[in-house]
């Protein structure tokens, strides 16, 4: 077992993202929160100490946000809204922070850019 240099943020959509998305994406409305965070996405962070856990999420905020409305939800670009801040972020999405991050698997670990 291989202990990672990494924390990491798993994601997961509130109320009021789920209430946009439905306004965006009308074929999704029979939704709930358990539908939209049946499969929440986990990012890899700085090691951050722990009397500053979520600085990160200032740095990563528009990024995660980006990630999550075009790969996760596949809502086009021009749906989005018009600036993506921080408060938003705050108003969309919840997380949950973990210290400790552990790769069980013997294969080699790769990495995919985009």
Same mark, same amino acid.
Do not use: G, M, R
């Given at each position: 077992m291989k202990a990672l240099s990494r924390h990491q943020l798993t994601i997961y959509g509130t109320q009021k993202l789920l209430d946009w998305v439905k306004t965006v994406k009308p074929e999704l409305r029979r939704w709930d929160l358990q539908s939209l965070n049946h499969r929440p996405s986990a990012y890899l962070i700085e090691m951050e100490d722990q009397n500053c856990h979520g600085l990160a999420l200032e740095d990563y905020f528009k990024? $995660?946000? *980006?990630?999550?409305?075009?790969? %996760?939800? /596949?809502?086009?670009? !021009?749906?989005?809204? +018009?600036? $993506? +801040? &921080?408060?938003?972020?705050?108003?969309?999405?919840? @997380?949950? /922070? %973990?210290?400790?991050? @552990?790769?069980?698997? +013997? *294969?080699?670990? !790769?990495? &995919?850019?985009?």
């Open positions: 990024s $995660i946000v *980006e990630q999550e409305l075009s790969q %996760h939800l /596949y809502i086009p670009k !021009e749906q989005w809204p +018009t600036e $993506i +801040t &921080f408060d938003l972020f705050q108003a969309w999405f919840s @997380y949950q /922070y %973990h210290e400790d991050v @552990y790769d069980l698997s +013997t *294969e080699k670990l !790769e990495v &995919f850019d985009d």
